[in-house]
């Protein structure tokens, strides 16, 4: 089993700063790449940075400059560091990896539970 586990999120004002972290725990072989994606109401999800292993980060364009993604020595954990953030950030921000158990197993992707993020105006 794989479990991602987040932390973070919160209440802040326009212009604000906060921190997501998302650690991945379980059976891993190899975690190919790790994201953040988030989910305003009425919206649909939407990738908002992604971090592939051995590779350069991307953004959306809506965060970039703001926003950095990162991932710590193992790999195993990726972190979100959100500033200068605006009311239109505002939404449920999830984590997601895409995983190995095992060598010779699919590569399955796994999402965390979502942390909820609330910039006031």
């Known amino acids: 089993q794989v479990q991602l586990a987040e932390s973070g999120g919160g209440l802040v004002q326009n212009g604000g700063s906060l921190r997501l972290s998302c650690a991945a725990s379980g059976i891993i072989s190899s975690i190919h790449k790790m994201a953040w994606y988030r989910q305003a109401p009425g919206k649909e999800r939407a990738l908002v940075a992604v971090l592939p292993t051995g590779d350069t980060a991307m953004y959306a364009d809506s965060v970039k400059g703001r926003f950095t993604i990162s991932r710590d020595n193992d790999g195993k954990t990726v972190t979100l560091q959100m500033n200068d953030l605006k009311p239109e950030d505002t939404a449920v921000y999830y984590c997601?990896?895409?995983?190995?158990?095992?060598?010779?197993?699919?590569?399955?992707?796994?999402w965390g539970q979502g942390t909820q993020v609330t910039v006031s105006s």
């Open positions: 997601s990896a895409d995983i190995q158990m095992t060598w010779a197993s699919r590569i399955n992707v796994y």
